[in-house]
């Protein structure tokens, strides 16, 4: 995680010390002071992309990473001196060894489109439906359940039977996101306390085979479960599914089926940050998000801190807000950064 960036001179004029908090932090300040540009050239920095950072004008970036890691980057009009600091030892690193020290995922203003690599501008939201579907169609053809080839542990009927029973809760949770293994018809899951003395064997291999199919999608039937959750909670007089196929679907409480395309700017919105949020940020990642606050209502404005703030909890990963909304940050100006022109 990052515990603080550090810029001399951006725009040859701001310096800057920035003190992030675990999880999540709010970056505010008035227009012209950097602010996008600031997480910008972060994320520059922790991608390797040396262009996009020679393009930017400043004089010298640190960032400090939780493990007493640190960035530096020094630009002598954009040639770029780039080193990894680590016990007072600072050696020069690669673009590649840049983008190894920690993961990174960029939410941009400009969200609702993007450019593919051919060039052509996309709608984001029917690309992202698009790709849940790929995902979600790929894992339900691997229904076939592989037998399990690791260390086991020693246990009783009765821890055996408690376990097949956790198992199948965990199973179903996995069955509600769309997918599911392909079981045995001669067996019943959990089984009971006389099948597991009856068939030991046949049992325990089946557990551990479905313990590693969960342990292998749980972290997509997650994702899906919460997304639903989050904009339907959100959402008003309609709902979202995600169907069996992995198709994306929105229906209105008269009963209405709605394209993507038809719904709001906002509610394109909510889709699309909490789909990149939950699907593409990977644990212990930085998750950098600009105005999250377009196109929204101050209502849903005031409802996304406790959401982000679960997310990185729950999905242990770290978020830099960038807002001008004090409706954003709600209730949380404790962990709220201001980029004071005092400071610079």
Not at 62 to 78: K, P, V, Y
Not at 155 to 178: F, H, I, N, P, T
Not at 271 to 294: C, K, N, Q, R, T
Request: glycine share 6%; charged share 25%; proline share 5%.
């Amino acid at each position: 995680m990052i515990t603080s960036i550090h810029i001399d001179r951006l725009f040859n004029e701001y310096d800057y010390n920035l003190d992030l908090h675990q999880g999540l932090t709010f970056l505010h300040s008035p227009n012209g002071y950097g602010k996008s540009t600031l997480m910008r050239l972060v994320y520059s920095a922790l991608r390797g992309d040396v262009k996009q950072i020679s393009e930017v004008p400043f004089e010298r970036l640190d960032i400090c990473f939780s493990d007493g890691t640190a960035l530096i980057i020094e630009n002598d009009n954009g040639e770029l001196l780039i080193q990894a600091q680590k016990n007072e030892l600072e050696t020069p690193i690669t673009p590649d060894e840049m983008a190894e020290l920690c993961g990174c995922v960029y939410i941009g203003p400009e969200r609702l489109v993007f450019r593919r690599r051919d060039g052509n501008l996309t709608p984001a939201l029917e690309a992202y439906a698009h790709e849940l579907y790929e995902r979600i169609g790929l894992l339900k053809a691997q229904t076939d359940l592989v037998p399990y080839k690791g260390e086991r542990r020693d246990m009783s009927d009765s821890e055996l039977e408690q376990w097949c029973r956790d198992l199948k809760a965990r199973l179903d949770y996995v069955k509600d996101a769309g997918f599911s293994p392909k079981m045995p018809s001669s067996y019943r899951f959990p089984p009971s306390r006389y099948e597991i003395s009856t068939y030991r064997q046949d049992y325990e291999d089946l557990a551990y085979s479905i313990s590693e199919y969960v342990d292998a999608h749980m972290a997509l039937a997650e994702s899906v479960s919460v997304y639903k959750d989050i904009v339907n909670n959100i959402f008003i007089n309609k709902t979202i599914e995600i169907l069996g196929n992995g198709k994306l679907i929105v229906n209105m409480d008269n009963g209405t089926a709605l394209q993507l395309g038809r719904l709001s700017s906002g509610e394109k919105q909510i889709l699309i940050m909490f789909y990149i949020l939950l699907f593409h940020a990977e644990p212990g990642s930085v998750v950098i998000l600009d105005e999250p606050e377009i196109s929204l209502h101050v209502s849903w404005q005031h409802r996304l801190a406790p959401y982000f703030c679960d997310i990185c909890r729950v999905r242990n990963i770290q978020m830099i807000v960038a807002t001008h909304s004090p409706q954003v940050i709600n209730d949380k100006w404790d962990i709220a950064e201001e980029l004071k022109p005092e400071n610079a």
